[in-house]
């Protein structure tokens, strides 16, 4: 699967445990009518890959949907959901397929006009 979006925020790299495990959160927004803020982590040997992004930076995040199940001591199952990030590539402008933006300064004046010329337009 994968998100697009914006970088919000980037955590520095925690350690925990004896045995060193790694994890760092990046926090992007997504661009739709009702942008979400999405929390991706990254673990171990992944935490790397943030190191060359930037808050404001515009995204692609390849990711796992990961689930796990915890018994409390009363014995009910409790669940918990994690976006586990394991490829970061910046968005580029103009991707093949897409279509570029045009404003006015994308076209050159017309060198001369014929006010006689039939108008071909279907409208």
Same mark, same amino acid.
Request: net charge negative; aromatic share 8%.
């Given at each position: 699967?994968?998100?697009?979006?914006?970088? *919000?925020?980037?955590? $520095?790299? !925690?350690?925990?445990? %004896?045995?060193?495990? /790694?994890?760092?959160?990046?926090?992007?927004?997504?661009?739709?009518?009702?942008?979400?803020?999405?929390?991706?982590?990254?673990?171990?040997?992944?935490?790397?890959?943030?190191?060359?992004? *930037?808050?404001?930076? $515009?995204? !692609?995040?390849?990711? %796992?949907?990961?689930? /796990?199940?915890?018994?409390?001591?009363?014995?009910?199952?409790?669940?918990?959901?994690?976006?586990?990030?394991?490829?970061?590539?910046?968005?580029?402008?103009?991707?093949?397929?897409?279509?570029?933006?045009?404003?006015?300064?994308?076209?050159?004046?017309?060198?001369?006009?014929?006010?006689?010329?039939?108008?071909?337009?279907?409208?």
């Amino acid at each position: 699967m994968e998100v697009t979006g914006k970088i *919000k925020k980037i955590d $520095e790299t !925690k350690t925990f445990g %004896n045995n060193g495990f /790694r994890k760092r959160e990046m926090v992007i927004t997504t661009d739709e009518q009702y942008p979400q803020m999405i929390l991706i982590e990254f673990v171990q040997d992944k935490c790397d890959l943030l190191n060359s992004f *930037k808050v404001g930076e $515009e995204i !692609k995040v390849s990711i %796992n949907l990961r689930g /796990r199940e915890w018994i409390n001591p009363e014995g009910e199952a409790k669940y918990f959901n994690s976006i586990q990030g394991w490829r970061v590539e910046k968005v580029q402008a103009g991707a093949p397929g897409e279509v570029p933006p045009m404003d006015a300064a994308s076209f050159e004046p017309a060198a001369s006009i014929d006010e006689n010329e039939p108008d071909d337009l279907p409208f």
